[in-house]
Structures are given as C-alpha cells and as structure tokens.
C-alpha cells in the first residue's frame, strides 16, 4: 500500500459546483496532513493544513479522518482559478519530511 | 523577492554530465529539503537538511546524487554521471523548526532534461 493515495482525476466541474477530494495515507501515527496546490509547471503551495477537529477556509473546507485514516478536501462555489492540481501532504512520524501524493487534477469549466 | 530562490530554472545537459543545482531558502528557515517531480506524479523526497547537517536522504538518492549545505544557508545539489533517466524538476523547499505545522515553502524549481 503506498504511503499516501490520491485519485488522480481529473475532476471535470462547471463553475459553482462543490468537488470533494479524498486521500488515504497507510501510517496510522502519522501526524500532520496538509493540503498544497500546484499550478501547471509551477511550485506546490501551502493551500491548507488539515487540523483533526476539521477547518474551513473561505470556500475550502478539510477534515480528517484519524479512525479511517483519510482526510479530504471540499470546493464549494467552484471558481475557473480553483484549475489546478490538489496535492495530499502527510508529514510521518519518526520524520521531518512531508510525503506527498501523486495529486488530483481539478479542472473547472465555464 | 525573500522566498526560495533555485537556480537554473532550467538545464539540459547530455548523458554522463555532471550537473549542480543552487538553493537559497528562506533566510530565517532552517530546515531545506530538495524533492524531485515527474510529469504526473506527486514531488518525491530525495534528502534533508536542518541547519547544516544531512539528517535524512531517501532510498531514491542513488550514489551519483550528493547534495550540501556547507554553512547552513545554501544548498547545492549535484548529479554526477548523468542519465536520462534524471530528467525531471528538482524542487528545493525550507521550513522553520518554529510552529507547530511543517509549511514548506517551495522554490520554482530547476527543470533538468538529460538528452
């Protein structure tokens, strides 16, 4: 089972639409989850941690699931620049790394 | 500009070079990472710094790959005997030990293409 898993998409969603994203990850202590974005040819960037009480961000919304062991990322309202490629970050303990997942690919249409 | 600075931003280099990468992290950060990308894939851990010592390197980091950080501010990553294989973008990335989460800002990366 790898570390942590995405469906890669793509996500086809018209503008306004809520798009959820799940992720599992294999470690069970793992410790802190993010999620980044990534542009096409561009740097991942910090778009969110997961905190396991849940937390919400303007139209983004992530939870964590600690007994199942996935957290998931929710789009409300679906802008054109939401496009991009979501990535699942958990940070293992033992580690100061992050791992990362392959990415879902979002792409919202007019 | 105070974020991670990479450079090159691109390099082609043919089978069997050798080829090195510059970052400069974030001044006040401590800890720099240097993952690399494929074309569809999630970025892949290759190895660690806090401060100047290597605390960690991945089963990915074969020996013709060594990265530094000789004073504990830039690091250099070096790819000896290069193959094509290698083609990919080597993204640099630095955090504070400060805080409770690990936010890794990343640089823009250094796309390299083995011909």
């Known amino acids: 089972r790898k570390e942590v898993e995405q469906d890669p998409g793509p996500f086809n969603v018209p503008e306004g639409a809520t798009v959820a994203f799940n992720c599992t990850y294999s470690?069970?202590?793992?410790?802190?989850f993010f999620w980044y974005r990534q542009d096409c040819r561009k740097e991942p960037k910090l778009l969110m941690s997961?905190?396991?009480s849940g937390n919400e961000d303007g139209r983004f919304t992530a939870q964590l699931n600690r007994a199942s062991q996935y957290i998931s990322l929710l789009i409300r309202d679906s802008k054109l620049s939401d496009s991009a490629t979501y990535l699942c970050?958990?940070?293992?303990?033992?580690?100061?790394?992050?791992?990362f997942g392959k990415g879902t690919m979002l792409l919202v249409s007019p | 500009d105070t974020g991670v600075s990479q450079n090159p931003r691109h390099k082609i280099t043919k089978r069997g070079q050798n080829v090195t990468f510059r970052c400069d992290p974030i001044?006040?950060?401590?800890?720099l990472y240097w993952y690399r990308q494929t074309l569809g894939q999630g970025p892949e851990f290759l190895t660690y710094?806090?401060?100047?010592?290597?605390?960690?390197k991945s089963r990915l980091l074969s020996d013709r790959f060594s990265a530094e950080r000789p004073k504990g501010s830039f690091s250099t990553l070096e790819i000896q005997r290069t193959e094509q294989g290698d083609s990919a973008m080597y993204l640099c990335?630095?955090?504070?030990?400060?805080?409770?989460?690990?936010?890794?800002?990343f640089g823009q990366g250094t796309r390299l293409t083995v011909v």
């Open positions: 990335a630095s955090s504070s030990i400060k805080g409770g989460d690990t936010e890794a800002f």
């Open positions: 001044s006040e950060h401590n800890r």
């Open positions: 470690n069970s202590a793992s410790q802190s």
């Open positions: 970050v958990v940070n293992m303990p033992g580690y100061s790394t992050l791992t």
């Open positions: 710094f806090q401060n100047e010592a290597q605390l960690e």
């Open positions: 997961v905190y396991s």
